[in-house]
């Protein structure tokens, strides 16, 4: 019997992202379905009653919610291709932790163009620490799962596409802070699992854009 | 076997608890290493740099932090009286639960404690909500596990002792029996279980304690300017 793979999902979204990065690193086939979450679709609200929130992906009918936890399962279940977690607990022990840590930078990025004054400094200082801390944790590895894209790999390099915009309206340069993350999100973008799945950063900023106007933020 | 576990754990945090639960219905042995939060030593700081906090387990001199993350080291390290399902969806499943169950029930909750006046109030709604959808999930089952005690269990588990005592400090009822039925007697289910009740902090001490954070929360709003 073939699976049915559906993903409810935003393009800009850099936690659906995640979602279709593992997709694509499994070869799976799915049916991508582009969300309004202005006007959220009866299916949405029923597959995700609780948050009300995408990505979702639905599998053979069964929804599964929050990006990390699909990201896992689709590991759990196509786990004969392309492994993100590795097999010692240790390491996975390890790669939960700093792929549960990169979730920081969803809110903290979110405050870099949503926010002004000292509450965007402050969000500014943090999503940097982040930053750092996590180059620290790359290392001199090629990829944060050592010779191979793991799990926090996928985690993080969605966010990549995101920082022109986050440096556009928080003043500030990834690449003089971090290099080596910025090294490692260009060799993952050489990978067409990510390249196919993440957006055009000139295109997020544009969203972003939208996103301030809509908000009412001048 | 040198089996080194250590769990680096405060008298009454919540999370660290977790791990003693974990632990305990595993039967595996381990020393307890408290810390004074207020105080934190340098080993402490050591092995959990990121965030420094509770609970930190140390295996064989090496450290794993936060909860859920050492919650599914724990079940795939020592495979006895497993914690996770077996199967990929009902694993989905329960690291969904979990995760709501802090993000959402634990917030709420400690909001409906901590603040008071119209916070309280909207706290106090938005609690309900999310009792609502754990009420849910309850039907048909004696505990999240299933038949015993489970991952998501073990992380709710604060429920069943803090909650009784937030209701007493405050005079409120926040997990009402005739609105929450299941979840209510999964709360005594859960406390009466021996594992969990030999393994909870004592409740005169917690009440002291929480009492003085309340304490302390009201007299800091009160003498800010708003």
């Known amino acids: ?218 | 076997m040198g089996e080194e576990v250590k769990l680096f754990r405060s008298w009454s945090s919540p999370f660290a608890l977790r791990i003693v639960w974990a632990l305990e219905i595993k039967g595996i042995e381990y020393e307890a290493v408290f810390e004074d939060l207020s105080n934190k030593s340098p080993l402490l700081l050591q092995y959990n740099p990121v965030h420094k906090k509770v609970p930190i387990l140390v295996h064989n001199g090496r450290p794993i932090a936060e909860s859920f993350v050492i919650l599914e080291y724990i079940d795939e390290t020592w495979k006895q009286v497993p914690l996770l399902p077996e199967d990929p969806y009902e694993r989905a499943m329960a690291r969904f639960w979990a995760k709501f169950c802090d993000d959402k029930v634990l917030t709420s909750i400690w909001s409906a404690f901590i603040k008071q006046g119209k916070e309280q109030e909207e706290a106090l709604v938005a609690a309900a909500e999310n009792l609502k959808f754990l009420e849910k999930e309850m039907k048909g089952k004696k505990f999240f596990g299933g038949e015993r005690i489970g991952y998501v269990d073990i992380v709710l588990g604060w429920l069943a002792n803090l909650v009784s005592i937030f209701e007493e400090i405050v005079g409120l009822k926040i997990v009402d029996e005739r609105k929450f039925p299941l979840l209510y007697s999964w709360m005594q289910d859960f406390a009466e279980a021996p594992i969990i009740r030999d393994n909870c902090p004592p409740r005169d001490k917690m009440i002291v304690k929480f009492k003085a954070l309340l304490d302390a929360a009201i007299a800091s709003s009160s003498s800010s300017s708003k």
């Open chain 1, 1 to 218: 019997m073939a699976d049915e793979i559906i993903l409810l999902d935003l393009w800009a979204s850099m936690l659906g992202m995640r979602v279709r990065v593992a997709l694509a690193e499994k070869g799976l086939k799915y049916e991508y379905r582009e969300q309004d979450l202005r006007n959220k679709s009866p299916l949405l609200l029923e597959m995700n009653p609780v948050h009300k929130k995408i990505p979702v992906l639905i599998h053979n009918g069964k929804p599964i919610c929050e990006s990390l936890i699909i990201v896992q399962y689709i590991d759990e279940v196509w786990y004969n291709k392309s492994p993100l977690l590795p097999s010692d607990p240790y390491q996975r022990a390890q790669a939960r932790f700093w792929a549960d840590y990169t979730d920081k930078l969803y809110e903290l990025g979110k405050q870099l163009w949503l926010a002004k004054g000292e509450e965007q400094e402050t969000a500014k200082k943090g999503f940097m620490e982040c930053l750092k801390l996590l180059e620290g944790e790359l290392g001199d590895k090629p990829y944060f799962g050592g010779e191979n894209f793991g799990f926090l790999d996928v985690a993080l390099v969605s966010f990549s596409c995101w920082f022109f915009a986050y440096e556009s309206f928080g003043n500030f340069s990834v690449e003089a802070e971090c290099p080596k993350l910025v090294a490692w999100s260009k060799r993952c973008m050489e990978k067409e699992s990510v390249s196919s799945s993440l957006e055009d950063p000139l295109k997020i900023h544009g969203f972003v854009i939208m996103m301030r106007k809509e908000l009412g933020v001048e």
